[in-house]
């Protein structure tokens, strides 16, 4: 045969696995806990560059709206793989959810009680005889009775409000509220954004560590799906390492798919740097990125037992592994 030649077949052969391999993507639905806020942007941002292209993965990204409603898609099948928080999860878990926390995130407790600055409520037993607003789906609503367990709060001494989601940080604005649950990365730069001065106080200075925000599966996906859940972890490293070095760099990258949230730059930019702020604790700082610590989930897993949350005396392991995230 012809040097020619040869050289031609040999590029259509190669053309055509590429195009075989482009083909083979694996498709992979990741369903994040809320709207967009600051620690989604590193997915969106990896998208855009192509990180989770280069792990033959076909991501496609969908909001959802609170970490009780999000675990029960996965939990169902619905969406295999979700961002959401970890101690909800757990919950969810204990009561025979098959769902699984495969990489951590947020693994300090960003999680907070937030009030007025000039109507401050600045600890859990000063919640007696005031409104609290929250909705019930939420992460932070679903770690309240920890809180209240663990300072003897009487939590029928508080007047609850469960407004709809998103609803609640118009009721502090309003002063129809004494204070709300919240998360800092989230709820602190849009009171910043709105002009309102607030206090707060930490469920975690007040007794509840928690690893909080992190990548959650369906174990019976999970078992099938092991290397793509390991391609796609590698990807999503590979983006919150961006994020680190370049916050502001992250959020444009993201708002180029995200282009209906551009006026929140500023906002999400914020919120990002309060996230990456609660990447790693004492326990877990030396380990892979997104690695979480055993001491860290028995803590969390204690405070819950204690508050009544979960019951049983299952080891940290059927509620987390690490065992998919690259050394």
Not at 126 to 150: C, G, R, W, Y
Not at 181 to 201: E, M, R
Request: aromatic residues 6%; neutral net charge.
């Amino acid at each position: 045969m012809r040097p020619f030649l040869k050289t031609v077949i040999a590029a259509a052969i190669c053309a055509m696995a590429g195009i075989g391999s482009a083909r083979a993507a694996d498709t992979l639905p990741l369903k994040l806990d809320w709207s967009l806020y600051g620690m989604h942007t590193p997915f969106y941002a990896g998208l855009s560059k192509g990180y989770y292209t280069d792990e033959g993965i076909d991501l496609t990204i969908a909001e959802g709206n609170s970490a009780g409603n999000v675990v029960k898609l996965v939990a169902s099948g619905e969406d295999p793989i979700a961002f959401i928080d970890l101690g909800t999860m757990t919950i969810g878990a204990s009561k025979g959810m098959p769902v699984k926390a495969i990489y951590g995130v947020h693994q300090k407790n960003p999680m907070v009680i937030i009030s007025r600055k000039d109507k401050p409520v600045e600890t859990p037993k000063a919640l007696e005889d005031k409104v609290l607003a929250m909705a019930a789906s939420e992460s932070t609503a679903q770690m309240l009775p920890a809180l209240l367990a663990v300072n003897q709060v009487d939590a029928k001494k508080i007047n609850i409000l469960n407004p709809a989601v998103g609803a609640k940080n118009a009721l502090l604005l309003q002063g129809r509220t004494d204070a709300v649950t919240g998360v800092t990365y989230f709820a602190l730069p849009i009171f910043q954004k709105q002009g309102l001065d607030v206090s707060y106080f930490t469920y975690a200075d007040n007794g509840v560590p928690a690893l909080e925000g992190g990548i959650v599966a369906n174990t019976d996906w999970l078992a099938k799906n092991q290397d793509l859940a390991k391609r796609f972890l590698k990807a999503t490293s590979r983006a919150i390492a961006d994020a680190k070095a370049n916050p502001e760099a992250t959020v444009d990258e993201a708002l180029k798919i995200r282009t209906d949230r551009s006026r929140d730059r500023d906002q999400l930019v914020a919120q990002l740097k309060l996230s990456l702020d609660l990447l790693t604790t004492e326990n877990s700082k030396d380990l892979a990125p997104g690695a979480m610590a055993d001491a860290d989930w028995l803590a969390m897993i204690d405070g819950m037992q204690k508050a009544g949350l979960i019951k049983g005396d299952r080891p940290a392991t059927d509620y987390y592994t690490n065992e998919l995230i690259s050394k």
